[in-house]
């Protein structure tokens, strides 16, 4: 009886395991047969049933075909996010099950294909390049043309969307020599190509290639916008005729609307705008702007209100569209998760920053209420090194809740994922090794997704505007004038923020002004190019001061100094504050000899300090001095015997300055110094620095924790790297203050071995005395110029002005001499006790009776 029993169950089991995977492809179909709103509901709520009942391979598959048939209609009515989370879970279900050995089931086609092309539309570039290359490689490894030459296609796409035309086309080329691709296929890559050649001003050499749609973006480029709208209206019918998506009509009703801007027929661009919003929001009645909450993660309402707000004449309603427009954008970022892909986007947040911080400056100027000086400064700041400040704040947050295991584990995924992204960064890595490390970071960014969701449910989001009050008290505090900077296309915003008021100044920016800077800038490329001409250098050098209008800065004894774009590369400290006829370089009239210029990334870096651990100032050095080189440092052992003279310290030497030694170390020192070479790298190569074995590049640094209480990076060129507008230069100081510098001392340019060993034993002496590293910069420098042993050509700021600190400003430790005076009244007193005592003896003797 029993084993009747048990066989009964068993085969009821079985029947249910069946009937299991063919319900759910009986789910799947009907969905397919009837692809409507209500239908999506129902099959939500299969799916959430299935998730908890499948376990054989051949369910898991079943539910793999449900996912990406659900996320393919998501994805046609324009639900991006939800079609990504949907693929990415199907993905993740086909890879971890190994369903590929069971079934023919085409993952390219059905899922990394459209899956690539999502993460291309909504800004999220490093996680598509990953994924395409992925299919790419299967692709290739298992001869399917077809769906190779689509990576091909998708991989040139994603160039072209990133501005990287010339790799674009050489995409292109690549593509091209692959037999056995389609027409199609090939009038894609051609198209790409050639948009590729317009944006590039080349598209000549393609002109046998033109079709509506290129002769459309042909003339756009020239700005012809009546051929170019003839051109749109051929290829717009065309395109009617076939049967577009929903996002493909959208895209042509944008489109249209851009068109009629530029001819300046705003009616009907407003008439066409309405029409795209409302295909994207079927409840939009068309009475205003939508409310936040109707919005979603679509970048095709981030082109609609952008160019709303172009048409707007009212200012109000001008930033009312624009704010719809950060919202949306900052809808997307929520599923961003590497550094890579924020940092790509920054550049249109700037340019949508930069049109508020126009509409109310010229506000002020109407009205002179400095509400709207503090709402563009938030706008500035919010433009400012974001991906720095996220660093930043969460490892405030992890302070604040250090036994929280969904941080503890974001921060784990965020080293894993920057030490797999600094694998791909170099050379010589075969398609395997980068097909697989493109996997590793896939999956890395789907469980930080998942992550973040659950963190943002736990910790709602913290990241608030700051207080402009608490900014005043903190520069009360730190006697100090802060000015932050906003380099735009057409204007560089300067304000100025005291302990008492803010103030914003506008300098138009043009060609001269561009030329200005960078003229000033380039003095510092070599040596000699300041002492050939010093007149020259003192003119520009007092024109700059004024154009900055630093006089502003100059009430106090501190001057904080948040650069952007250019800005970033100039050395403020060398500038001048009036004119001057002399040569003589300790003559001069230089800012540093005035105050101290302190710099900073950013408002909210400088108002939020994390706590540190009490610290030793023990030094970790490192000298791998390269002798017997042709790029020998000699004089970094002058540096290096200064650093033991004054300071407690760990060195290493020569061949024991190696890479493993710095990260054996580097965590546990409160000082680092690194005195080697340094490069600011190129377009493939990022910044790095040398040790005696070994190149640290920057990525490298991403994925350490170090947080020591300063860095000084004693090499060239520390501070340059590729500028991204927003984030800075990609440098190796930044690679410090990623991994969790706050306080860093690095240079600007190539700099001398000789003039830095002498700079830098001044610099230690001077911080052995002080503890504070503004301070001893500032010190040390102005000791420099004044060292009569110094010849006037050696005393060019090229020598001395390279090095900028980038930090918080301690508060110099003084010696306390109020112990030196107690001891002295303690002494005095004594003494006139004595001799008080001594005196009463003497009256006591003269009074006893002679006998």
């Not at 800038?521 to 003119?539: C, E």
């Not at 790298?681 to 994925?703: A, C, H, Q």
């Amino acid at each position: 009886m029993k084993i009747c029993c048990f066989l009964l169950f068993f085969i009821t089991l079985s029947s249910v395991a069946q009937n299991l995977e063919e319900t759910i492809y009986l789910a799947a179909e009907r969905f397919i047969e009837n692809k409507k709103t209500e239908s999506l509901k129902l099959l939500n709520k299969q799916e959430s049933l299935f998730k908890n009942q499948v376990k054989s391979k051949e369910e898991q598959l079943a539910l793999v075909f449900l996912q990406t048939h659900k996320a393919f209609y998501l994805f046609q009515q324009s639900e991006l996010t939800k079609a990504i989370i949907t693929y990415e879970d199907a993905l993740n279900r086909f890879n971890e099950n190994q369903l590929s050995q069971i079934s023919d089931f085409d993952i390219i086609d059905n899922c990394l294909n459209p899956l690539g092309t999502l993460y291309t539309k909504t800004g999220d570039f490093t996680n598509a390049l990953n994924t395409i290359n992925q299919y790419i490689f299967l692709a290739e490894k298992t001869h399917q043309t077809k769906h190779q030459i689509s990576g091909i296609i998708n991989l040139a796409k994603l160039y072209a969307t990133l501005g990287k035309h010339e790799t674009a086309i050489k995409t292109v080329d690549e593509g091209l020599k692959i037999n056995n691709s389609s027409e199609t296929q090939k009038r894609h890559l051609l198209q790409i190509k050639t948009e590729s050649l317009n944006a590039l001003n080349l598209f000549s050499a393609s002109s046998s290639f033109k079709n509506d749609r290129q002769n459309y973006l042909l003339h756009l480029k020239k700005k012809d916008y009546k051929k170019a709208f003839t051109a749109f209206s051929s290829y717009k019918k065309n395109e009617l005729q076939k049967h577009l998506t929903k996002r493909e009509t959208e895209q042509l009703y944008i489109e249209e609307a851009q068109l009629y801007f530029l001819l300046k027929q705003s009616e009907k661009a407003l008439t066409f705008l309405n029409m795209a919003l409302k295909m994207l929001l079927p409840e939009y009645n068309g009475d205003g702007f939508p409310t936040k909450h109707q919005l979603y993660a679509e970048n095709k309402f981030i082109d609609i209100f952008d160019l709303y707000a172009e048409i707007e004449t009212s200012s109000e309603k001008a930033l009312q569209s624009l704010e719809l427009s950060f919202y949306v954008s900052s809808l997307l970022q929520s599923s961003w998760t590497s550094q890579e892909t924020k940092i790509l986007n920054e550049t249109n947040n700037r340019i949508r920053s930069e049109k508020c911080i126009d509409i109310l400056y010229n506000a002020f100027n109407e009205t002179q209420d400095t509400s709207y000086l503090k709402t563009a400064l938030q706008y500035a700041e919010n433009s400012k090194s974001s991906v720095l400040k996220t660093m930043f704040l969460k490892k405030l947050r992890l302070q604040r809740f250090p036994k929280d295991s969904l941080l503890i584990k974001e921060f784990k995924l965020l080293k894993t994922q920057e030490q797999l992204t600094s694998l791909l960064v170099k050379a010589g890595l075969g398609s395997k090794k980068i097909n697989d490390l493109s996997i590793q970071l896939s999956n890395i960014s789907m469980q930080l997704k998942s992550l973040n969701r659950r963190i943002l449910e736990k910790h709602p989001n913290e990241d608030v505007p700051f207080q402009l009050t608490n900014l005043n008290s903190k520069l009360l505090k730190d006697h100090a004038t802060l000015a932050e900077y906003f380099y735009g296309k057409n204007s560089i915003y300067q304000f100025i923020i005291s302990g008492k008021s803010i103030s914003l100044n506008r300098i138009e920016y043009n060609a001269d002004v561009k030329n200005q800077i960078s003229a000033f800038i380039n003095l510092f490329n070599a040596p000699s190019t300041i002492n050939n001409d010093i007149s020259n250098y003192t003119k520009q050098a007092f024109s700059i001061y004024k154009l900055l209008n630093l006089k502003a800065l100059s009430t106090t004894e501190n001057a904080i100094i948040i650069p952007d774009g250019l800005l970033n590369f100039l050395p403020f400290e060398a500038l001048l504050t009036k004119k001057t006829e002399t040569t003589a370089f300790s003559r001069m009239p230089f800012v540093i000899e005035n105050q101290n210029i302190i710099y900073n990334s950013s408002i909210i870096l400088y108002l939020n300090e994390t706590k540190k651990q009490k610290h030793n100032n023990e030094v970790l050095g490192f000298f791998p001095v390269f002798e017997n080189t042709n790029q020998a440092l000699t004089y970094s052992i002058n540096e290096a015997h200064a650093i033991a003279d004054y300071m407690p310290s760990k060195l290493f030497m020569k061949a024991d300055a190696t890479k493993n030694n710095f990260f054996k170390n580097a965590s546990d020192y409160d000082i680092i110094h690194l005195s080697t070479h340094a490069s600011s790298g190129d377009f493939v190569k990022p910044s790095n620095l040398s040790f005696f074995d070994d190149t640290l590049f920057l990525n490298e640094l991403y994925s350490q924790d170090l947080n020591p209480n300063l860095v000084v990076l004693s090499a060239c060129e520390t501070g340059i790297g590729k500028l991204y507008k927003g984030e800075g230069a990609m440098s190796i100081a930044r690679g410090f203050q990623y991994a969790g510098a706050e306080n860093i001392l690095f240079s600007l340019w190539q700099i001398n071995d000789l003039s830095t060993a002498q700079i830098m034993a001044s610099f230690y002496k001077n911080y052995k005395e002080s503890q504070s590293a503004y301070i001893a910069n500032r010190t040390s420098k102005i000791s420099y110029l004044k060292n009569e042993s110094i010849s006037n050509v050696k005393k060019s700021p090229y020598y001395w002005s390279a090095f900028v600190y980038y930090g918080e400003l301690v508060t110099p430790k003084t010696k306390n001499f109020t112990i030196y005076i107690c001891i002295g009244i303690l002494i005095t007193l004594f003494i006139v006790f004595l001799a008080m005592k001594l005196k009463r003896n003497d009256n006591k003797s003269s009074r006893v009776p002679f006998k």
